[in-house]
């Protein structure tokens, strides 16, 4: 059925309220198999609506999950899913059901799949193009146990455009593994796919042939119905019986519509008697089976609870005051060229894209790619600029030491979703960024403490004959005026922004970065109104170079050293700090407030920071304790 609303109620679904184990699915005759998708479509409208969360996903890959765990004998078969966008179907038919609706909540299931969380979730994912190297792994380590299974990679178009799933399927066909891949094709990653293998894949539905199996698992080939691409037409890259995956060493079946599921189950047990490397093509729509979303993918990738009311807040998203900002810059240099690995929304650069389209490069899921790409541009004279969220430069990190900043070459990096980043959890945290930038001769680390802040920093950036990063966090900023003026700042120069209660002598000197900044001033305020003692707040704007010319003039005026950033405490901006007052012999207390020795779980952002105690009461209280330390030791 096609729906057009949201439920704010639990739809009734009396026979998928019967499954609370796929074992119970798997006693259904294959009739009911669409009565249950149909269901599960529904509470899937419900939960993801109390919820808020990954949606079209999962609703493409309703009828391709009952079909999954109808024909193969789950958890004792692996079934790995890459990204995991798309587990939401797969976590309601293994016992978390009616904990759907917690999902991405502080306590709740988590936003993806997690070994932790349940047997049936065989590998924790988040990041793209994992699961066929990880479904390899545990075939091979089953063949080597002498317990073999049936193991099946669930991986989208868009996570195919990485190398990493082509290394590993070349790798399959080496061991002549017994897996099944299972290319999930919506011609979707979040946005619409880009490049030569989206060509392929239209290449091949354009065939209008099929390569079917027989119940015995013969394979034949057979016409299958003109379906429209994703109503979207790509020209055909090469002739249909130039197969890609046959070409490396693949079976190959389909392609399927990925919405008949009692067809996938047929395909499914055909296959299962078959072995070595397999691959079926399905074709799903994200969004399927509720218009608003198929009607626009890319809006209804996720959404937020139908029941909350969004707070008021005209501050722009940091990720718009980059993008405006790529557009000023863009206006007054052509030789800016700007890259993205399958982020153009996310990253805010939309109107860049439709602006300089020729300017413009969209590399698909590639973030070691877009990474040399940059090196490559700069090494022609140009000033490429890569927009990437911090969790996701951790993928390209050999090319961000080896093929840029070894050399030396003009890359400017805008890093978005540092820090935490609330309901999706520890595999989208952008927490380590300073540590493994900051460790890398020529390398440029800045962090703005508000919006107009990040616009100016970008600007200097990438002025900068080097490779230079800003790196800023996730949602929106503080309201301050954003000034249409590009201004360079002067790098490594730090910025004090108060000096509370200056008539004691003892003084704490508060340097904190990035998104810490206001928090830190907050709690800097809070406890001088309580404390007969001086404190002083630093914007340190750079974690690489620091400002150690104002740390040198401020330590003899200061008898407490704290630093705040919202990244890991281990190798973060405070490391920066206490290496140099070691070298400088500068002997002092110093208390680094940031995030701990562990992954925090999915949360709410301000539920994350006080958690953490990186608001601004957290902050205060670990002030005041590093404080009466320092006075009880005092002479």
Not at 504 to 509: N, R
Request: proline letters at 4%.
């Amino acid at each position: 059925m096609l729906y057009t609303e949201i439920p704010s109620q639990r739809p009734n679904t009396p026979l998928l309220d019967t499954i609370d184990h796929p074992q119970q699915l798997r006693l259904l005759e294959r009739s009911q198999l669409e009565q249950v998708a149909d269901e599960l479509r529904q509470f899937i409208l419900y939960a993801a609506g109390q919820s808020g969360g990954h949606f079209g996903a999962n609703l493409g890959v309703i009828e391709l999950t009952v079909a999954l765990h109808y024909c193969f004998n789950t958890p004792h078969d692996r079934l790995i899913w890459d990204v995991g966008h798309q587990a939401y179907p797969h976590k309601a038919l293994t016992g978390r059901r009616e904990q759907l609706v917690t999902i991405r909540s502080q306590g709740g299931l988590a936003a993806f799949p997690a070994r932790e969380e349940s047997e049936f979730d065989t590998f924790g994912v988040g990041h793209s193009s994992t699961a066929i190297s990880a479904g390899l792994g545990m075939s091979l380590a089953r063949r080597y146990q002498k317990d073999p299974c049936d193991v099946v990679a669930i991986a989208g178009d868009g996570a195919m455009t990485a190398g990493m799933a082509f290394e590993a399927m070349n790798d399959a066909v080496a061991h002549n593994a017994d897996i099944i891949v299972v290319l999930n094709d919506n011609d979707m990653s979040i946005s619409c796919s880009t490049g030569g293998f989206a060509k392929h894949l239209a290449s091949i539905w354009e065939s209008g042939q099929s390569v079917n199996i027989s119940d015995e698992g013969e394979a034949y080939v057979q016409p299958h119905p003109k379906w429209i691409y994703n109503s979207r037409q790509h020209s055909a890259a090469t002739d249909a019986a130039d197969n890609l995956f046959k070409a490396i060493g693949f079976d190959y079946f389909g392609p399927f519509d990925g919405h008949d599921v009692k067809q996938l189950a047929q395909a499914f047990q055909a296959l299962k008697k078959r072995s070595g490397p397999r691959l079926i093509h399905v074709y799903t729509k994200k969004g399927k089976g509720f218009a608003p979303a198929e009607a626009d993918q890319i809006k209804y990738h996720a959404i937020s609870k139908i029941n909350a009311r969004a707070a008021a807040n005209p501050a722009p998203k940091y990720s718009d005051v980059f993008g405006q900002w790529l557009c000023d810059q863009a206006a007054q240099d052509e030789r800016l060229l700007a890259i993205t690995p399958a982020m153009c929304e996310g990253s805010g650069m939309v109107q860049f894209a439709r602006q300089y389209p020729e300017r413009f490069f969209d590399v698909a899921i590639a973030e070691q790619h877009a990474v040399t790409l940059a090196a490559g541009m700069a090494c022609e004279g140009l000033k490429p600029v890569v927009a990437i969220y911090s969790t996701f430069l951790q993928r390209g990190y050999d090319q961000l030491v080896h093929d840029v900043a070894l050399q030396n070459l003009d890359v400017t990096f805008g890093i978005d979703r540092a820090g935490l980043v609330g309901e999706d959890g520890p595999t989208h945290a952008g927490a380590y960024d300073y540590a493994y930038m900051r460790t890398i001769p020529n390398m440029v680390i800045m962090a703005p403490k508000d919006e107009n802040e990040c616009r100016q920093m970008l600007h200097t950036a990438y002025l900068h004959n080097g490779p230079a990063a800003v790196r800023y966090p996730r949602g929106n900023g503080l309201g301050v005026q954003v000034h249409s003026q590009l201004t360079a700042m002067e790098i490594g120069k730090a910025e004090v922004l108060a000096l509370l209660n200056e008539q004691h002598e003892d003084c704490i000197s508060i340097l904190a970065f990035g998104s810490r900044v206001q928090p830190a001033l907050e709690a800097a305020q809070a406890f001088a109104a309580r404390h007969e003692a001086a404190v002083r707040v630093v914007n340190m704007r750079y974690v690489k170079p620091l400002d150690e010319q104002l740390l040198d003039q401020i330590a003899d005026s200061t008898a407490l050293f704290v630093t705040v950033e919202e990244h890991a405490v281990m190798g973060g901006a405070g490391s920066a700090v206490n290496e140099y007052l070691a070298k400088a012999q500068i002997v002092k207390p110093v208390c680094n407030l940031g995030l701990d020795d562990t992954f925090m779980q999915q949360a709410a952002h301000s539920q994350m920071l006080r958690q953490a105690g990186l608001d601004a009461q957290g902050i205060e209280k670990s002030i005041e304790q590093a404080w009466l330390k320092v006075m009880h030791t005092a002479p």
